[in-house]
């Protein structure tokens, strides 16, 4: 069967050169600049589809689009009307632009993302994932089962993505800040929590499990390396500065943000400082990314804010992924492009989906909703290639495809040969085999080969150490001679926090007590350290699911859009803005007068009471500059909206959310003027309208102070 994920391998042979400016086929196409030796055309245009945000392909190249209405609607409003849905194109005469839209399923939330297999389309859809299937061939899902709930949302796009087909053959899926409910199908709670999470499960929705979490906004899309590797997109990773990453994904990690730290420790276990992301791309809104298979550990990237796509080539770095070049190979000369997907095609070219223009909830460059702008999906395609995809021969991918297909056989037949290839003399045979282990179900058969993972934990490479300390973490509690051998091999000499982080997991796992008792006296720090983390999370009262009261905050206001005298001023102040110099407006910006740097920060100088303004001018145009120093109140930037908070005893405190737990909210404007309040003191919390940042502040500005000011932030790239 092809998938987006089997056909990845077909992709072209894309490759960096001087970049070249192309205009595609359609009157509305924006500008794309492209490396030279590739062409942009329309695949499908905004006549045939508005608002796409995620897609997948089926088997016979029919893509499902994930889609929206155009609208910004609040969770309320969005259950109310259901306005949203997922649609297929068909390319009927084979010209490679898709001429037949079918509404395959309607009536839904908020789809972001949806996965073809087996016959089926799985969506995530805000509130739940979902399983579509039309079962009469006419094009429309005649079947809907909810198979896993319920998430919490709000509408601003930071909850579930996905799913995704791991290599083992269970569902993954993103989930955002917002807290979830799960129960089995007997109504037993298995899953409550606020924190942000990858989850997955069986296909039929059971045996959900976290896969790791973190107190990031929106994790989005996540794909797999041949070796089974999980790597990913994350939005608000960082809040001050703000950083969108790219991430490795370790089973059982638990990543930043470090300001909503203090509410991961009543839902995770902890091994030690929160795990880091491979590459901080700074403010620019992450989405859709996919795999170039045509380079080794080469990825594209898309980014919402900056209207572009990037190409990342990785390597390897101790025993995860580093960034060995970062370069463009997509950028749009429109502020209104904003790619959301990017995924192969069977014929070798690339599909990019841009949403268009509607889309301004918690998004830091839409400033207005512009549903008009419906964008479109487009085709690049390598010139100098033929029809023919190029083949791939590679003996190692081939190996490593055929131990995905017998890990999901989970015959013994199939753990034998699975054994075997743990003697493999490649390295990165090794450790694909110990990687598809990991949840293999558990048995005496594979207790039988922790004597081979305990070899390759004390003389693999770095990443098969990795891969073999991760199952051996899972095994622990079953098998009493691993959790001594954990210990030891925290001394190695090469351990990374990624190994150290599966060690330490396992120590836990173990629950040998007096073994990390008596390690407590070991010389060597590394070995000493390790057994104290284990021993504290170990004498943590146990979590009980149903008693995690975590507040119900609201959605964020949208703020107060400009009233149409509003805007004909920002209008008629932008057209008359004088020429300015950035020089000038860098001391505009540091001045008493302004006082932009006491909140704002900028390379690194100033306050952290608002977003950092370092990239500012990359995902901010001039008119949404002016905007926010005239109007600061017309929008919010995600995680500095203000709130009101009411107590019983009738105090009132307003500010941002600083950070929250299960035990009190944390609410300020930075952390030197800000309080700390009991959860169960609060009576009531409540969006605010009005923001933290001066309304009139600029009105100590000249004409030339202001566009100064607006030259400055625009340079700031």
């Known amino acids: 069967m092809m998938t987006r994920r089997s056909i990845a391998c077909l992709i072209l042979l894309l490759a960096s050169s001087t970049s070249s400016l192309l205009l595609g086929a359609d009157a509305t196409t924006p500008l794309l600049q492209v490396p030279d030796g590739y062409t942009v055309e329309i695949a499908a245009p905004s006549s045939l589809i508005a608002h796409p945000l995620m897609a997948d392909f089926d088997e016979q190249g029919r893509l499902y689009v994930a889609a929206n209405s155009g609208q910004n609607l609040p969770r309320a409003e969005l259950e109310k009307q259901l306005p949203n849905f997922v649609q297929r194109l068909e390319d009927v005469d084979g010209d490679g632009v898709f001429d037949k839209v079918t509404m395959f399923a309607d009536k839904l939330t908020f789809p972001q993302g949806c996965l073809w297999h087996a016959g089926s389309l799985y969506v995530a859809s805000s509130g739940a994932i979902w399983k579509f299937t039309d079962t009469n061939e006419d094009g429309v899902a005649d079947q809907r089962v909810k198979l896993v709930g319920d998430f919490g949302y709000t509408g601003n796009a930071a909850d579930i993505h996905g799913p995704f087909l791991g290599p083992e053959g269970r569902l993954y899926w993103c989930e955002g800040r917002h807290g979830h409910e799960i129960k089995d199908s007997a109504g037993a709670l298995i899953s409550k929590g606020k924190a942000a999470r990858i989850f997955s499960s069986r296909l039929d929705g059971s045996d959900v499990q976290t896969y790791c979490a973190g107190g990031m906004d929106n994790p989005v899309e996540i794909i797999f390396t041949p070796a089974g590797e999980m790597l990913g997109t994350v939005n608000l990773m960082y809040a001050r500065p703000r950083g969108d990453c790219l991430v490795h994904w370790q089973p059982g990690g638990v990543y930043p943000r470090t300001d909503f730290a203090e509410g991961l420790e009543s839902e995770f276990i902890r091994t030690g400082d929160l795990l880091p992301e491979v590459h901080n791309f700074g403010h620019v809104a992450v989405s859709g990314l996919c795999r170039n298979p045509a380079r080794d550990n080469s990825l594209f990237i898309t980014q919402f804010n900056t209207n572009r796509i990037v190409r990342v080539d990785l390597q390897p770095s101790g025993s995860t992924l580093a960034v060995r070049n970062l370069e463009d190979f997509v950028v749009s000369t429109s502020e209104d492009f904003h790619p959301t997907d990017v995924l192969p095609a069977a014929d070798g070219s690339l599909l990019v989906i841009d949403t268009g223009g509607w889309f301004r909830i918690g998004c830091p460059q839409s400033e207005s909703a512009k549903p008009d702008i419906r964008g479109a999906i487009y085709r690049i395609r390598k010139t100098e290639t033929s029809a ?294 609060i009576e009531e919390i409540r969006a605010s309208d009005i923001s933290i940042m001066p309304p009139d502040f600029h009105r100590d500005l000249s004409d030339q102070d202001l566009a100064d000011l607006i030259a400055y932030l625009e340079s700031r790239k």
């Not at 048995?443 to 490479?461: D, F, K, R």
């Not at 150490?465 to 000499?493: M, N, Y």
């Not at 109007?631 to 009738?650: C, D, H, I, L, Q």
Request: net charge neutral; glycine share 6%; aromatic share 4%.
């Open 388 to 681: 023919t995809p190029p083949a791939t021969n590679d003996p190692q991918l081939a190996l490593q495809a055929k131990i995905w297909t017998l890990r999901r056989s989970e015959s013994p037949a199939a753990l034998s040969e699975i054994a075997k290839l743990l003697q493999h003399p490649e390295s990165t045979i090794r450790q694909t085999a110990a990687r598809s282990l990991l949840d293999w179900p558990r048995s005496q058969e594979t207790n039988a080969l922790a004597p081979q993972l305990l070899t390759m934990l004390q003389n693999g490479e770095p990443s098969e150490r990795r891969s073999a300390a991760q199952v051996l973490a899972r095994w622990a509690s079953d098998v009493p001679s691993i959790a001594p051998a954990l210990l030891e091999a925290l001394a190695h000499a090469d351990n990374d926090r990624a190994i150290r982080h599966a060690l330490v997991l396992g120590l836990i796992h173990s629950g040998q007590r007096d073994l990390l008792s008596q390690a407590l006296l070991d010389q060597r720090v590394e070995v000493a350290g390790a057994a104290a983390i284990a021993l504290e999370q170990l004498r943590r009262p146990q979590i009980d699911l149903a008693s995690q009261d975590w507040l119900d905050i609201p959605a964020a206001s949208l703020g107060k859009p400009l009233t149409p005298e509003q805007r004909h001023e920002l209008l008629e102040r932008e057209k008359n803005l004088a020429t300015g110099d950035p020089l000038r407006g860098k001391q505009v910006f540091q001045s008493t007068k302004a006082a932009c740097s006491k909140c704002h920060q900028i390379a690194g100088e100033g306050g952290q009471v608002g977003p950092d303004l370092t990239t500012i001018g990359r995902s901010r145009g001039r008119r949404d500059l002016l905007e926010s120093i005239l109007y600061p109140n017309a929008t919010f930037a995600r995680g500095f909206a203000s709130y009101v908070v009411m107590t019983e005893e009738g105090q009132i405190f307003s500010g941002i959310i600083l950070g929250e737990s299960t035990k009190e909210l944390h609410l300020g404007v930075d952390k030197e003027n800000s309080v700390r309040i009991a959860n169960n003191r």
